[in-house]
Structure formats: structure tokens, C-alpha cells
């Protein structure tokens, strides 16, 4: 025993400074037990507490793991997933959490709703016991960033990070639209003037990079991602100066992925895009060939950027702006859509330069969306469109499946858990579709969950509980 605490002990100090193992418990509590480090966390800090217990309390090991084992099994939010970014762990809105509700309105089935001051559409995302949002307040100038318990919704810190000009924006847009990302330590934020924040859990601006002075005809709509110590942002612009098409309705060559140290705010590379034009799809993390690459759409193109250089790996080139729809991911290959241009593509991954005339899998002209992103879950690609109609494709093929009408207006993207599929109206209705057994037939009806307040901002998905961001609130949903 004594050897192998030895052993785990130097692999805590790898990992973390000793002295503060016991009084890091209460934060690690719920954070990491969903990943292989998680359980060694849990490992290194009870052989730490041990050796502390046993010098200074007598106490037995056998007591003390009980203790441990005790606190892991009675804490439902150990097991859970932390919904970190736009679109939950993965960035493609599939959750592997189950018990999630099926049935709801404003007076059932609500754990807490909680009046968020201010106007934005960013979705909320969480991390073990909080739940974060921003929005703007004061006819839009100020930019906050609110902290949320999960248990009671009860606002923990609301931190006004600096003001900026309210801009020209879609009537769909808000001042405080980009969803936050956070590495379990550090909130990153992103306003509609291209401003970021980091804030620590408790509400520290630890830096702000205001550098970009950004404007889009159709406001600032993309998420931030990490990768390792970057926060990656696709930064697609048009001009705010004659000829204002530029960028909008005419490609230019002013739009770029940056990359900025997590740690400091300063900038570590610019991926230009060339020829391109507006787009509000997040880009996401993928895998070719054992390298990652940075995926991230604009209007006209969609790319890959080496994330250690920001180098353009390839360009798969299209016709249609803005580009909202992030891409989806499954069967080895890249959907996407660009808006109101040409159809749903499917994109081979292990492309170089332009191999637009080579990589496009297929293509299917029915029922593109406008606005929401695409959801796959194997064998299925899903999407809705702005009108409600909710399709399913052949994820492989692209065969048209089946639709279903909804109902509605749609700009939130659908989210998959529990086998279960939820898409949010933006008139505050949530339909919950099972898919049947056999993909060619239409998916059932569950349930249609009215919350009467209007809605754009994407589900969020907390243990077995739903986060909904409506006009004036935010609803926890399930008991």
C-alpha cells in the first residue's frame, strides 16, 4: 500500500499541487468523475487525504474511503456530462444522459425558472454545479455574464465586463448571441462587437482582448471553441463602408479563424479564409487520418485549419450566405448547408487545397435548414428548417427519409438524449420526437411542451434536467 501511494502521489503532483488536494474536493466533486482522469482525481486526492487523515486524525483508511464512496454514489451530478460549449461536450448536441423528461409546461415539471435580466440568445452551458449565460442590458450597451447555481437557479454573480456599441444586426440577432465555452476553471465570452472575456468561476475577469472592432451586416452570431490552450473563434465580417456588399452579398478576402492563448487573451494566429462571406456556424474539432483539424464554415466555402498554425489544410467551395447551420459529423463524413444557396452536402474528410470537385460525398436539395444545425445520430442525419418541418436522411446515402411538420418557427438546434430527440420553437415549444426502429419510418410524437415565452437559444443538457433560455427567463426542467 505503501508503495502504490507513493506512486499515485507523484502522479498527483504531475497533475496538481499537493497542498491544495483537500481543499479542492468540494470543486472536483461532480466535474471529472465522467472521464478516465476524473476517477484518477477521485483516486489521488482520497491516497492524499489518507496520508493527511492519518498524521493529523487517526483516522482509519477504512472509514475514509467509505466516506469518498459515500459522497461519489449519493451525488447524481458525478455521473453527469458538462454541457461546456455550444451544442454540449461533443459540439454536435448528442448527450449520453438518460431520465430526462418528456412532459412539461410552465407550472409542471419546472425544477426553478429564473428572470434573466437583459436581452441575448446565447444557450446556457454548464459545468458540474453552475450554469452560464451573458446577455446585454441597458438598451444593449452593457455586456454581463451571469453564474447560476444548478440546484436552486439562484443567480451567484452577475459581472457587468465592459459596454460596447450596439451594431446592425439581423432582426433573428441578438447583442449577446455567441454561446460561452468554458475548461472547468475559466468562462469564455464573446459579445456581438467581437469583444472577449475570461472570468474565473467566481466572477474575476482574469483578461479582455477588444482588438477586433468587428462588424457584420448581419451582427455576431458564431460560438467560441477550445483546443487545448487556444479559444478558437471564426471571425467573418463584412464592411461597414461603401460598397457595404462586401463580405455580405459579394465575397471578399477579410474573413479569417483566430486563435487566441487561453490563458492571456494574445492572439497566436490568424487562418485566413480567402474568398468568402458571412456565416454564423461555430466551428468544431475533428479528426482525419490521426490529426486533428479546426473545421469551421463561412458563407461560400468550408475549411480546414491545421490548429497548431492556422495553416488552410482545404476548401470545399459553395454558393450561399450567411452560412449558420454548424456542421454535423458521423459515418466519416462533414454535413453541412450553407443558406439560401446550394443543397445539404456531404463532405469527404481527407481532402488538401480546393477538392471541391473531388470530396463531396452527395448532395440532397430537400428541406436545407436555415438556421438550426444538423443532428446525426447513426444511421440518421436530422435537420429542421426555419419553417418547423423537422427530416431525416440516410447519414450514408443521403436518401430523403421522411419528414414530419412540427410546427412553428425554428432557430434553436435539436438535441438528442435519453433516445430521444428535443427541437424548440422560437413561440417557446418543445416537440419530443422517439425515433422508430427502423429509420424509413417517421419518428413518433411524444410530447409538445409549451413554456407561452418566446425562444431562440439551443437546449442545454444538466444531469437529468433540461436548461431552456426564453425572452425573460431561464427554466430548469424535470424534477
Keep these: 500500500m505503501a508503495g502504490y501511494r507513493k506512486q499515485t502521489l507523484f502522479l498527483y503532483h504531475i497533475l496538481q499541487d499537493k497542498t491544495t488536494a483537500v481543499a479542492k474536493i468540494t470543486d472536483f466533486h461532480g466535474l471529472f468523475f465522467q472521464s478516465i482522469r476524473g476517477i484518477l482525481y477521485y483516486l489521488i486526492l482520497i491516497m492524499v487525504t489518507l496520508e493527511s487523515l492519518e498524521k493529523k486524525m487517526m483516522a482509519t483508511k477504512q472509514n475514509v474511503i467509505l466516506v469518498f464512496f459515500g459522497l461519489i454514489l449519493s451525488s447524481p451530478a458525478?455521473?453527469?456530462?458538462?454541457?461546456?460549449?455550444?451544442?454540449?461536450?461533443?459540439?454536435?448536441?448528442?448527450?449520453?444522459?438518460?431520465?430526462?423528461?418528456?412532459?412539461?409546461?410552465?407550472?409542471?415539471?419546472?425544477?426553478?425558472?429564473?428572470?434573466?435580466?437583459?436581452?441575448?440568445?446565447?444557450?446556457?452551458?454548464?459545468?458540474?454545479?453552475?450554469?452560464?449565460?451573458?446577455?446585454?442590458?441597458?438598451?444593449?450597451?452593457?455586456?454581463?455574464?451571469?453564474?447560476?447555481?444548478?440546484?436552486?437557479?439562484?443567480?451567484?454573480?452577475?459581472?457587468?465586463?465592459?459596454?460596447?456599441?450596439?451594431?446592425?444586426?439581423?432582426?433573428?440577432?441578438?447583442?449577446?448571441?455567441p454561446t460561452p465555452v468554458t475548461d472547468g476553471e475559466t468562462v469564455y465570452a464573446v459579445f456581438s462587437d467581437g469583444s472577449f472575456v475570461a472570468l474565473d468561476f467566481e466572477g474575476n475577469i482574469k483578461w479582455t482582448n477588444r482588438d477586433l472592432n468587428y462588424y457584420s451586416h448581419h451582427g455576431l452570431g458564431p460560438s467560441p471553441i477550445l483546443y487545448k490552450d487556444l479559444?478558437?473563434?471564426?471571425?467573418?465580417?463584412?464592411?461597414?463602408?461603401?460598397?457595404?456588399?462586401?463580405?455580405?452579398?459579394?465575397?471578399?478576402?477579410?474573413?479569417?479563424?483566430?486563435?487566441?492563448?487561453?490563458?492571456?487573451?494574445?492572439?497566436?494566429?490568424?487562418?485566413?479564409?480567402?474568398?468568402?462571406?458571412?456565416?454564423?456556424?461555430?466551428?468544431?474539432?475533428?479528426?482525419?487520418?490521426?490529426?486533428?483539424?479546426?473545421?469551421?464554415?463561412?458563407?461560400?466555402?468550408?475549411?480546414?485549419?491545421?490548429?497548431?498554425?492556422?495553416e488552410r489544410i482545404w476548401t470545399v467551395k459553395s454558393n450561399g450566405e450567411p452560412c449558420v447551420p454548424t456542421p454535423a459529423l458521423g459515418e466519416g463524413l462533414i454535413y453541412t448547408a450553407p443558406t439560401g444557396g446550394d443543397p445539404i452536402r456531404a463532405i469527404r474528410l481527407n481532402g488538401q487545397g480546393d477538392c471541391t470537385d473531388t470530396h463531396i460525398a452527395w448532395e440532397q436539395r430537400r428541406n436545407a435548414p436555415l438556421i438550426a444545425s444538423f443532428l446525426y445520430v447513426k444511421p440518421c442525419l436530422y435537420s429542421v428548417t426555419d419553417g418547423g418541418t423537422f427530416s431525416c436522411l440516410d447519414a450514408t446515402t443521403g436518401e430523403f427519409l421522411w419528414q414530419l411538420r412540427i410546427g412553428g418557427t425554428v432557430s434553436a438546434s435539436p438535441i438528442y438524449a435519453d433516445g430521444k430527440i428535443y427541437v424548440l420553437s422560437e413561440q417557446g415549444e418543445t416537440t419530443v420526437l422517439k425515433p422508430a426502429d427502423n429509420p424509413k419510418n417517421t419518428a413518433e410524437v411524444l410530447a409538445k411542451n409549451h413554456l407561452e415565452e418566446d425562444a431562440q437559444a439551443s437546449i442545454a443538457v444538466a444531469g437529468n434536467h433540461l436548461l431552456i433560455r426564453t425572452t425573460q427567463h431561464l427554466w430548469c426542467i424535470g424534477k
Design 78 to 177: 458525478l455521473f453527469a456530462e458538462n454541457w461546456s460549449q455550444f451544442r454540449g461536450p461533443n459540439a454536435q448536441g448528442v448527450a449520453s444522459t438518460t431520465n430526462l423528461p418528456t412532459r412539461w409546461n410552465k407550472e409542471e415539471n419546472i425544477a426553478w425558472k429564473t428572470a434573466i435580466p437583459g436581452d441575448g440568445w446565447s444557450s446556457p452551458i454548464v459545468w458540474s454545479e453552475r450554469v452560464f449565460l451573458t446577455a446585454a442590458t441597458n438598451d444593449n450597451k452593457e455586456c454581463r455574464v451571469y453564474a447560476l447555481d444548478l440546484a436552486t437557479g439562484k443567480i451567484l454573480w452577475d459581472k457587468h465586463v465592459f459596454d460596447q456599441v450596439p451594431q446592425q444586426r439581423h432582426p433573428k440577432n441578438s447583442c449577446a448571441s
Design 231 to 310: 479559444l478558437i473563434f471564426p471571425v467573418n465580417p463584412s464592411s461597414r463602408v461603401e460598397p457595404v456588399v462586401a463580405g455580405w452579398q459579394r465575397a471578399w478576402d477579410q474573413s479569417f479563424l483566430l486563435a487566441l492563448d487561453k490563458n492571456t487573451g494574445q492572439e497566436r494566429w490568424r487562418g485566413e479564409r480567402g474568398m468568402s462571406r458571412i456565416s454564423h456556424a461555430s466551428p468544431i474539432v475533428i479528426q482525419v487520418e490521426g490529426k486533428d483539424q479546426i473545421l469551421s464554415a463561412a458563407g461560400d466555402v468550408i475549411q480546414g485549419f491545421d490548429p497548431g498554425t492556422g
